[in-house]
């Protein structure tokens, strides 16, 4: 007799339909799973047999064979406990109503007393379902994927429930949570801007970065607070919208990373400098995200950048560009969503204090050509903005002046998103980093004054074709934050002063 379930499996943070197609006949007693399963859904054999027995029900001792469709796929995970068991249990008649069954996916690990489990990536499985779609899942996955629109999801917590519910002998409804109101609910900032005394220009050069989304490196003397700015950055960020917290926790949800449901705070990471390819961009069997990846729709932060692998460094260049990464293996091609605000801080030297008005530097010339050289040009070029940030002298560290909020540089920030979101409403653009060079010209008009001071800058600064349209984005961010429709000569004129030369040329 063949009984066929439905559910789901995971490719990247994508959902893909599985028919879970299971056959009891006669000959030697058996348990046998195809359809490229992995060794975790090979070990869901003993946890099915167990779960049935221990909750009530009787195991049959024939030729048991399931088959995982489509077979081209790779299949891993938990997930599917719940469908074979409950496709064997509808072949012995124990779930009588074949009809209603056929109405719903099932998801779920089994635990041997027959208890239900939570299992990983369940948001972005249930999120790719049709509209319309019937998913019984595990009663601790509620605050996770009861966020997901037009598919109703039914909580349980035991085998038992299930087919009680499948039969008709108990009342289970749907459950679904609005995230609008999620997302609008209150939160306190641990960290604040106004914590940070002096460094005005590095607050206004991250202000500006933040409002264009444009990458950001910082480099100063131990102890001149370019980690304590650093860690302040998601305090100015907007809030997320319902599509950005969806697309985080589709990537917390398949790395396991989710803690109390939804993600409604950008996410901040900052990797140590020995972290591995592989950790950051992606990679593993089975293949998850990376530090890329995880920091989606908000911060990396890259401390002592000087410190980092160099093929570690160069690996993050397609990712800053495309927002994306594809991790390509002999049997899958998975792409994971990469779209974040990149953010380093570096010393000027190794011993740090190469240009300190106080501490004397005791590195040789050729020792920090070496260390700055860790950061190759196509790397470094990639940074929108590059500031020196100075260590604060005894006097200014005493002054108990008081700082600018978060909450006023934040307002400002949104005011400049709204603007760019009108200018770029009939395109794919975000906002200015975004920018292509053809964009550039549709977008940013210079005056006759404006294109001869660029033109002189560009030539004795050396710029290269990138960072003249990185001069032009960060210029364009600045006149939006100062509500200027068009770009002036002011606003060409502070861009300038992000750039660090990393040389010792000059």
């Given at each position: 007799?063949?009984?066929?379930?439905?559910?789901?499996?995971?490719?990247?943070?994508?959902?893909?339909?599985?028919?879970?197609?299971?056959?009891?006949?006669?000959?030697?007693?058996?348990?046998?799973?195809?359809?490229?399963?992995?060794?975790?859904?090979?070990?869901?054999?003993?946890?099915?047999?167990?779960?049935?027995?221990?909750?009530?029900?009787?195991?049959?001792?024939?030729?048991?064979?399931?088959?995982?469709?489509?077979?081209?796929?790779?299949?891993?995970?938990?997930?599917?406990?719940?469908?074979?068991?409950?496709?064997?249990?509808?072949?012995?008649?124990?779930?009588?109503?074949?009809?209603?069954?056929?109405?719903?996916?099932?998801?779920?690990?089994?635990?041997?007393?027959?208890?239900?489990?939570?299992?990983?990536?369940?948001?972005?499985?249930?999120?790719?379902?049709?509209?319309?779609?019937?998913?019984?899942?595990?009663?601790?996955?509620?605050?996770?994927?009861?966020?997901?629109?037009?598919?109703?999801?039914?909580?349980?917590?035991?085998?038992?429930?299930?087919?009680?519910?499948?039969?008709?002998?108990?009342?289970?409804?749907?459950?679904?949570?609005?995230?609008?109101?999620?997302?609008?609910?209150?939160?306190?900032?641990?960290?604040?801007?106004?914590?940070?005394?002096?460094?005005?220009?590095?607050?206004?050069?991250?202000?500006?970065?933040?409002?264009?989304?444009?990458?950001?490196?910082?480099?100063?003397?131990?102890?001149?607070?370019?980690?304590?700015?650093?860690?302040?950055?998601?305090?100015?960020?907007?809030?997320?919208?319902?599509?950005?917290?969806?697309?985080?926790?589709?990537?917390?949800?398949?790395?396991?990373?989710?803690?109390?449901?939804?993600?409604?705070?950008?996410?901040?990471?900052?990797?140590?400098?020995?972290?591995?390819?592989?950790?950051?961009?992606?990679?593993?069997?089975?293949?998850?995200?990376?530090?890329?990846?995880?920091?989606?729709?908000?911060?990396?932060?890259?401390?002592?950048?000087?410190?980092?692998?160099?093929?570690?460094?160069?690996?993050?260049?397609?990712?800053?560009?495309?927002?994306?990464?594809?991790?390509?293996?002999?049997?899958?091609?998975?792409?994971?969503?990469?779209?974040?605000?990149?953010?380093?801080?570096?010393?000027?030297?190794?011993?740090?204090?190469?240009?300190?008005?106080?501490?004397?530097?005791?590195?040789?010339?050729?020792?920090?050509?070496?260390?700055?050289?860790?950061?190759?040009?196509?790397i470094w070029d990639r940074f929108d903005i590059q500031i020196e940030v100075p260590r604060l002298l005894p006097h200014e560290l005493v002054h108990d002046s008081k700082s600018e909020s978060s909450k006023s540089i934040r307002d400002r920030v949104i005011k400049a998103r709204i603007i760019q979101q009108e200018r770029y409403k009939d395109t794919k653009i975000k906002n200015n980093a975004s920018?292509?060079?053809?964009?550039?010209?549709?977008?940013?008009?210079?005056?006759?004054?404006?294109?001869?001071?660029?033109?002189?800058?560009?030539?004795?600064?050396?710029?290269?074709g990138r960072g003249f349209d990185k001069i032009l984005k960060v210029a364009r961010t600045i006149a939006d934050i100062e509500g200027s429709e068009l770009v002036r000569l002011p606003h060409i004129a502070e861009a300038l002063q992000y750039r660090f030369d990393l040389s010792l040329n000059t």
């Amino acid at each position: 007799m063949l009984s066929k379930v439905k559910t789901t499996t995971l490719k990247g943070i994508d959902g893909v339909e599985v028919l879970v197609e299971v056959d009891i006949g006669n000959g030697l007693p058996s348990f046998t799973i195809v359809g490229l399963p992995t060794e975790s859904v090979e070990e869901s054999k003993e946890r099915v047999r167990a779960a049935i027995k221990n909750a009530g029900f009787e195991f049959p001792i024939r030729k048991i064979t399931v088959n995982l469709a489509p077979a081209d796929v790779k299949k891993d995970g938990t997930y599917f406990d719940l469908p074979i068991a409950v496709g064997i249990l509808s072949i012995i008649g124990v779930v009588k109503d074949q009809d209603k069954m056929n109405d719903f996916y099932f998801l779920g690990e089994l635990s041997l007393d027959g208890s239900i489990r939570k299992i990983v990536g369940a948001l972005p499985m249930v999120s790719s379902l049709k509209k319309g779609s019937k998913v019984i899942a595990p009663y601790d996955l509620m605050s996770e994927i009861s966020i997901v629109e037009d598919v109703d999801i039914y909580f349980v917590k035991h085998l038992k429930e299930v087919v009680e519910f499948i039969n008709g002998d108990r009342s289970i409804e749907p459950v679904r949570t609005d995230l609008t109101k999620i997302l609008e609910s209150e939160f306190l900032e641990e960290e604040d801007f106004s914590d940070i005394k002096g460094q005005y220009q590095a607050k206004r050069a991250v202000e500006i970065a933040v409002a264009g989304g444009h990458n950001i490196v910082m480099i100063g003397s131990p102890g001149s607070g370019k980690t304590l700015i650093a860690r302040r950055i998601p305090s100015i960020f907007p809030p997320l919208t319902k599509e950005e917290s969806l697309e985080i926790t589709k990537i917390y949800s398949v790395s396991n990373l989710l803690g109390s449901g939804v993600v409604n705070k950008r996410p901040f990471r900052s990797p140590h400098s020995s972290a591995t390819l592989p950790s950051i961009i992606g990679g593993g069997n089975p293949v998850k995200p990376g530090e890329v990846s995880l920091s989606h729709n908000g911060v990396l932060f890259l401390d002592e950048l000087g410190e980092f692998r160099r093929d570690v460094l160069e690996s993050l260049r397609q990712p800053m560009e495309d927002g994306f990464v594809v991790i390509t293996r002999a049997k899958e091609r998975v792409m994971f969503p990469s779209n974040f605000m990149l953010v380093a801080a570096m010393n000027p030297c190794p011993c740090g204090w190469f240009g300190d008005k106080e501490h004397p530097c005791t590195c040789s010339i050729s020792e920090i050509k070496r260390y700055r050289n860790r950061v190759s040009g196509p790397i470094w070029d990639r940074f929108d903005i590059q500031i020196e940030v100075p260590r604060l002298l005894p006097h200014e560290l005493v002054h108990d002046s008081k700082s600018e909020s978060s909450k006023s540089i934040r307002d400002r920030v949104i005011k400049a998103r709204i603007i760019q979101q009108e200018r770029y409403k009939d395109t794919k653009i975000k906002n200015n980093a975004s920018l292509t060079p053809r964009s550039i010209k549709a977008f940013i008009k210079l005056g006759h004054e404006e294109k001869v001071f660029l033109e002189n800058a560009s030539t004795r600064l050396g710029l290269t074709g990138r960072g003249f349209d990185k001069i032009l984005k960060v210029a364009r961010t600045i006149a939006d934050i100062e509500g200027s429709e068009l770009v002036r000569l002011p606003h060409i004129a502070e861009a300038l002063q992000y750039r660090f030369d990393l040389s010792l040329n000059t």
